[in-house]
């Protein structure tokens, strides 16, 4: 756990780098977690998938996996890997600034 | 008289079907139980099958001669629920209506999800222990398999009985040196996961356990498409595993009719439930248990074992007009098959991690350790499935919520010491 200075505010992160509480996120906080990730500039496709994911939790209190953004997010797996390299399902609740996906147990 | 549905004749169903029949008087409640077909399998014995150690017509009983006198059993297949008529809509024309729901119809797989997954190569180069006549077929190609790559792989999470994928690499291991080809084989273990499992400690261990038998791991693979003609398994990120012959556990939706069942399931066909009471978030007279359910738990038989108490007393209580008991603590054990005679197990719930010590009490199996009595325990645990819990009777000494007597380990919070 670490008190980083984002976007001019002091956010809690864990040892993975995704923020403890996700209340301290808003869009400029994602824009510059974005950077940190090497996602230079954030498109209205990734805005699309950063909001279904905040959705997504705010719902459920968990993030979707690949497959649910796939079918649910409107945006094709494919272009979430495009997107969101690597790992989207991850990488996007990074952004997003809510908990590490569980992927289920 | 009040009408109960259950929807399901699997473990979960069969188990609810039962208790709640001991549970109310016949004049009190009519207890109403569908499924599609005939057909209940013992899934973990699934993991037996490839390796000649059991085999399909072994671990299948029919659906009807598990549930008591006294509930009537619907053969049909489930076209939807309608939540504000209260009524289940049968394929066979018929509808049920009733007072409260319990739905218990599992998980299916979704081999069609993956591109290429069902086409060439598919059941001779690419299976599936996942089914009866997946596992039955892999079995025939194990026996003439004589060296080469063999790849495990977990499409995506959830999964059912997620360490089945791990033990069945433990399992191969065991099998191809009791063969003698075991140097003529390359294993290796592909997940989507950034380790070898989900729960960080247990994770730690059993990555050891792959590494020790030189299993190789592959991890953060997500599967984008499989080609059984090349006998390639590509990432949605363009990396790519060749393959032999290829173990792959497809996808996982819940039951088809709860799409079509408005508001009823997620995206992927799981119910989102109260992951304490059991309570469907879609309908308060709506009960959910087993794989159906999306809660952050294993889709496992010991998981539908342990919420079958909490969901007749919450069918009861919700009947009476009281509140609901909120006692499910997500408690999940499993035995972990390693080869040789021996296996492991590992008892867990939401909050507390995987321990060491001993379950149930102090006295009691191995915990997060190998060992032949484990091996007994889930040899032994096919006749408590049929004789015991299905009937819904209660196991000596194991219980819903989770014991800590036997546990030697602090009680650790989820994700302590994952760097450790």
């Known amino acids: ?105 | 008289m009040h009408r109960i549905v259950i929807l399901g004749a699997g473990t979960g169903g069969t188990i609810a079907a039962n208790r709640l029949r001991k549970a109310f008087t016949p004049g009190e409640a009519l207890i109403t139980c569908i499924d599609q077909d005939d057909r209940h399998v013992y899934q973990p014995g699934l993991l037996f099958v490839p390796f000649g150690l059991t085999h399909p017509e072994d671990i299948v009983k029919p659906r009807g001669r598990q549930l008591h006198r006294g509930i009537d059993y619907v053969m049909s297949a489930i076209e939807s629920v309608d939540l504000r008529t209260q009524t289940v809509h049968l394929a066979s024309g018929a509808n049920v209506t009733y007072d409260v729901l319990v739905v218990a119809t599992g998980a299916v797989l979704a081999p069609e999800d993956t591109e290429g997954l069902t086409g060439t190569g598919w059941m001779e180069k690419v299976f599936t222990f996942y089914t009866p006549e997946g596992a039955a077929a892999l079995e025939a190609a194990l026996a003439t398999f004589d060296g080469g790559r063999v790849v495990v792989n977990v499409v995506e999470m959830p999964i059912k009985c997620p360490v089945a994928p791990l033990e069945f690499c433990f399992l191969a291991d065991w099998y191809f040196q009791e063969r003698g080809i075991r140097d003529k084989v390359t294993l290796t273990y592909v997940t989507p996961l950034d380790a070898a499992f989900t729960k960080p400690i247990a994770s730690a261990r059993l990555g050891g356990m792959l590494e020790e038998r030189g299993i190789e791991l592959v991890t953060e693979f997500n599967t984008g498409q499989v080609d059984g003609g090349e006998g390639r398994l590509i990432s949605y990120d363009e990396r790519v595993i060749d393959f032999d012959l290829a173990v792959v556990i497809p996808a996982h939706n819940g039951a088809a009719y709860v799409m079509s069942s408005q508001g009823l399931g997620d995206a992927l066909g799981f119910i989102p439930t109260n992951e304490r009471t059991l309570q469907s978030l879609a309908a308060a007279n709506v009960f959910v248990l087993g794989d159906a359910a999306s809660l952050p738990t294993s889709k496992a038989g010991s998981v539908t074992h342990f919420e079958g108490e909490v969901i007749v007393e919450n069918v009861k209580r919700f009947l009476d007009g009281q509140a609901l008991d909120a006692s499910y603590d997500g408690h999940s054990n499993c035995f972990i098959e390693t080869g040789f005679s021996k296996a492991m197990l590992i008892d867990f719930n939401y909050e507390v991690e995987p321990q060491t010590g001993h379950y149930p009490g102090r006295v009691g199996l191995p915990l997060m350790k190998e060992s032949r009595l484990n091996h007994l325990g889930k040899l032994m645990f096919q006749w408590l499935y049929w004789h015991s819990l299905l009937p819904g009777r209660d196991i000596p000494g194991v219980t819903s919520a989770m014991p800590t007597a036997g546990k030697t380990g602090a009680a650790l919070p989820e994700k302590e010491e994952v760097s450790s």
Not at chain 1, 19 to 47: C, F, K, M, Y
Not at chain 1, 56 to 70: H, I, W
Not at chain 1, 79 to 87: A, N, T
């Open chain 1, 1 to 105: 756990m670490s008190v980083e200075t984002i976007a001019g505010r002091d956010i809690q992160l864990n040892e993975e780098g995704f923020l403890t509480d996700p209340t301290q996120w808003n869009e400029e906080v994602a824009v510059e977690l974005a950077q940190r990730e090497g996602i230079e500039t954030l498109s209205d496709r990734h805005w699309e998938v950063i909001r279904f994911m905040r959705s997504e939790y705010e719902k459920k209190g968990a993030g979707p996996s690949v497959r649910m953004l796939g079918k649910a997010s409107g945006v094709p797996i494919k272009e979430l890997y495009q997107l969101f390299p690597k790992g989207p399902a991850k990488l996007a609740a990074k952004i997003a600034g809510i908990p590490k996906p569980r992927g289920c147990i």
